[in-house]
C-alpha cells in the first residue's frame, strides 16, 4: 500500500495476543470432547436434514504430553470472506494463516474472491505471508472481497463440491454471520454425502451481535462498530445541547436484534432508546411508541429543553406487532405474485390492488403510514424474498408521526413547547474501521481457534473464544456444532434451516442498566462523551471491552 496514514503505520506494528494455551507446542493441543448438542427447537426437522452433523459434542482444547503428528501434516486450507464486512475479519485470517504455517511451513493458504461466489466459479488467490502482512489490524474485506451469494441452488452445490476436489482443499474456512455460517451447515454436509475430506469451519462475523450462546459471547466486529457509533452518537449528542432546539432520530444498525442499540445507549446515555424486544414483549403499537416518545418531549419541553436524542434499532418496525403482520402478510404476498407488483409504476396502483388482496387490518396499518414510506415497504426485496427493512426510513417514520401528534397535543393545549427533528442512519461508518484492540485479538484468536478445529479432523464446527471479560491470557477457545444454533424459519413463503437470531435479553444485567435509568437519562440531560477509538494510552481506554459484555459477564 502507499501514502499510508500515521496511524496505519502504528497499526501494522501492533503485535496481537492470544489465549496463553495457543503459545504451546500446537501438536500437543488436542480436544477435549464435551457433551453432546441439540437445537433449542425443530430438533426432529433438523436431525433429519443433517442426519451426519447433527448433535455433535462440544469441544475445547487442552494441552497433552504426546505429540499429535496429523496437527503438523502438510495442508491447503480455503477461506471465505462472506456477508457485509465487518471490522477484524482480516486479522481472523491473519490468525488461519499463521497457525497454519506454523504446523507446518509447506502448508497453503488460498482466499476465494469475492465470497461464496469465488469457491463455486473457482476463482481464487494463494495468500503469502507478504500479502497478509499487508493486512493485518486493517479494516475492511479487501483482502479478497466478500460476497452474499448463497450456495443452494443444486449448480452451485456441484460446482463447490467439483472446486473443492480439483484444489484437493483439506479444508474450508467461512468467515460469515447467520447467512454464511447456514451455508457453511450445509457444505459439511455435502462434502461428506459425497465423500469428499474437505472439513468446514465457520467463524462468527457481524456486527449486529446477534450470534450468541454460552460460548459465543459475542460476535467480531461489534466491539469496534459500536465505539465508532457511539462516538457520532456523544458528537451528536454535544451538538444538540449546543444548538438547544433540535430532537434527533438516530437509526442503527441491527435489522433482527437491538443489542447495537443498547450498547450505544450504555455507553452515551440517550434521552429515549427504542428496544425492539421490549416493544414485541410489551406489544406496544405504533400508536403508542408515538405517544410514549411525546411524552418525554413533553416533559423536556415543561422544563425549557425542546431538544434531546432518541435511538432506534434499525430493524423495529418488525418488532410491533401490527407492523410484523403487514410485512409478513407483504412477504409471501409478493412471493407468490412477484409479477403483480413488479409491472406496477407507482405506489397509488400498488395500493389499490393490495387492497383487495390483504385483510383489512394489514390495509389499515398501511394506510396509516405516510405514502412516501409506505411505498418502502413495496419496493426492492432481499434475497430472502423479503421486505428490505434497513431500506425503510423508520426514522422519518417515527420523527413525522411524533410532529403530527404534538400538533395535536398543541391543539389540546397539553403541549407548548417547540419541535424540530433531525435525522441520522449509522450504518456503513461502522463496518470497515480499523479493528479495535480487543477486537484485533479476538479475530486472531478465532482464525487459531478455526486451525486448530479442522486440523482435529472436525467438519460442521463454529469457532468461538469464550471468558472475553476476563486477560487475554485467560482467554478459553472450542467450537460448537453449527446445528445447534439452528431453527426452523420462514423464507420466500418457505420454512428453511437457518441460524437463529440471538436477541437482546430483556432479563439480562445489560437491559437492566437501561431501565434502570431511562427515567433519569429521559427527564435530565446525563449523555456522555465516549469519543473515538483508542488504540494506544491506557488500559482502559485502549483495551476496554463492551458495556454490555462486561455487565453480562
Known amino acids: 500500500m502507499k501514502n499510508l496514514s500515521a496511524l496505519q503505520k502504528a497499526r501494522y506494528a501492533y503485535e496481537t495476543k492470544l489465549p496463553s494455551l495457543f503459545y504451546k507446542d500446537l501438536s500437543k493441543i488436542a480436544i477435549k470432547t464435551g457433551d453432546k448438542t441439540k437445537a433449542k427447537s425443530d430438533e426432529e426437522e433438523l436431525k433429519e436434514i443433517f442426519p451426519n452433523t447433527y448433535g455433535m459434542p462440544k469441544v475445547t482444547f487442552e494441552e497433552t504430553g504426546s505429540i499429535n503428528s496429523d496437527t503438523l501434516k502438510e495442508r491447503k486450507i480455503g477461506v471465505i470472506l462472506s456477508g457485509g464486512q465487518a471490522p477484524g475479519g482480516h486479522n481472523v485470517i491473519s490468525g488461519l494463516f499463521d497457525a497454519l504455517k506454523r504446523a507446518n511451513e509447506k502448508s497453503t493458504l488460498i482466499g476465494f474472491l469475492n465470497g461464496p461466489e ?15 502482512d499487508e493486512y493485518r489490524n486493517t479494516g475492511g474485506f479487501d483482502i479478497i472481497g466478500s460476497g452474499r451469494t448463497k450456495i443452494e441452488r443444486d449448480d452451485q452445490i456441484k460446482a463447490t463440491i467439483e472446486n473443492a476436489r480439483k484444489l484437493d482443499l483439506d479444508a474450508l474456512v467461512i468467515i460469515g454471520g447467520d447467512d454464511s455460517n447456514t451455508n457453511a451447515a450445509f457444505l459439511a454436509k455435502h462434502f461428506i454425502k459425497n465423500g469428499l475430506k474437505t472439513k468446514v469451519i465457520g467463524v462468527p462475523k457481524t456486527i449486529d451481535g446477534d450470534i450468541k450462546s454460552e460460548e459465543v459471547e459475542i460476535t467480531f466486529g461489534f466491539d469496534t462498530a459500536t465505539k465508532t457509533y457511539a462516538n457520532e452518537i456523544g458528537n ?9 432546539k433540535y430532537w434527533q432520530f438516530i437509526k442503527l444498525m441491527g435489522r433482527s436484534a437491538s443489542h447495537i442499540t443498547l450498547e450505544c445507549a450504555l455507553k452515551t446515555h440517550p434521552n429515549i432508546t427504542l428496544i425492539s424486544e421490549e416493544i414485541a414483549q410489551k406489544k406496544l403499537s405504533l400508536k403508542e411508541i408515538v405517544q410514549s416518545i411525546c411524552n418525554v418531549i413533553k416533559i423536556r419541553a415543561d422544563k425549557g ?23 409478513t402478510e407483504l412477504n409471501d404476498m409478493i412471493a407468490d405474485y412477484p409479477p403483480v407488483f413488479n409491472s406496477m409504476a407507482t405506489y397509488e396502483t400498488k395500493k389499490k390492488v393490495l387492497k383487495s388482496m390483504m385483510s383489512k387490518e394489514s390495509f389499515e396499518t398501511l394506510d396509516t403510514i405516510p405514502d412516501s414510506i409506505a411505498a418502502e415497504f413495496l419496493g426492492q426485496r432481499d ?11 423508520t426514522e422519518n417514520l417515527f420523527a413525522i408521526l411524533v410532529k403530527n401528534r404534538l400538533e395535536e397535543m398543541q391543539k389540546e393545549g397539553s403541549y407548548k413547547g417547540k419541535f424540530s427533528s433531525q435525522l441520522h442512519f449509522f450504518g456503513f461508518e461502522g463496518r470497515s474501521v480499523p479493528p479495535s484492540n480487543f477486537d484485533a485479538n479476538y479475530c486472531y484468536s478465532l482464525g487459531y481457534t ?11 464446527y463454529l469457532s468461538y473464544v469464550r471468558k472475553l471479560s476476563e486477560s487475554i491470557d485467560k482467554w478459553e477457545a472450542g467450537g460448537i456444532p453449527l446445528t445447534m444454533l439452528m431453527n426452523i424459519e420462514r423464507r420466500n413463503g418457505k420454512n428453511k434451516p437457518v441460524i437463529g437470531k440471538a436477541l437482546v435479553d430483556l432479563n439480562g444485567n445489560a437491559f437492566n442498566m437501561l431501565k434502570n435509568n431511562r427515567e433519569n437519562w429521559a427527564i435530565n440531560t446525563e449523555y456522555e462523551y465516549p469519543g473515538a477509538i483508542q488504540y494506544f494510552g491506557p488500559d482502559e481506554l485502549c483495551n476496554s471491552i463492551p458495556v454490555s459484555l462486561k455487565l453480562e459477564k
Not at 307 to 318: A, K, N
Request: avoid cysteine.
Open 118 to 132: 469465488g469457491i463455486i466459479k473457482g476463482n481464487y488467490k494463494e495468500l503469502t505471508k507478504d500479502i497478509i
Open 383 to 393: 434475497q430472502h424474498g423479503n421486505v428490505q427493512v434497513s431500506f425503510i426510513d
Open 305 to 327: 429543553m425542546n431538544y434531546g436524542v432518541i435511538l432506534i434499532p434499525e430493524g423495529v418496525i418488525e418488532f410491533i406487532p401490527e407492523m410484523q403482520h403487514l410485512i
Open 450 to 460: 478455526a486451525f486448530l478445529l479442522l486440523a482435529n479432523s472436525l467438519t460442521g
Open 236 to 244: 451528536i449528542e454535544r451538538d444538540t445541547i449546543s444548538a438547544g
